[in-house]
Nanobody
Framework: QVQLVESGGGSVQTGGSLRLSCAASGNIFSFYTMGWYRQAPGKERELVARIGSGGGSPVYADSVKGRFTISRDKNTVFLQMNSLKSEDTAVYYC?????????????WGQGTQVTVSS
């Protein structure tokens, strides 16, 4: 089992910044992907950004490219969000995905609210 603990959400004005953190603990394999997803009211959950444990370039949603930066320090992943817009308002969920011997293991944090207002 893997536990994900998120922090850093809150309210900010348009153009402001927030930094989300997600610390993973438990049965974490050598290779995994951590990322952030978000879900706005009435919309489906969508990928914001993800990063792998083995290196490689992070992946970003087109809507956040150039504004958000995902980074990782051991088993903690960060999402630096700059130039926030009202459409970034959502519940943000941390995710850890790992695969072993053909079995997929998908874990989610409890979610943290990000509200951007003008």
């Amino acid at each position: 089992q893997v536990q994900l603990v998120e922090s850093g959400g809150g309210s900010v004005q348009t153009g402001g910044s927030l930094r989300l953190s997600c610390a993973a603990s438990g049965n974490i394999f050598s290779f995994y992907t951590m990322g952030w997803y978000r879900q706005a009211p009435g919309k489906e959950r969508e990928l914001v950004a993800r990063i792998g444990s083995g290196g490689g370039s992070p992946v970003y949603a087109d809507s956040v490219k150039g504004r958000f930066t995902i980074s990782r320090d051991k088993n903690t992943v960060f999402l630096q969000m700059n130039s926030l817009k009202s459409e970034d308002t959502a519940v943000y969920y941390c995710n850890l995905f790992q695969r072993l011997m053909g079995n997929d293991y998908d874990y989610w944090g409890q979610g943290t609210q990000v509200t951007v207002s003008s």
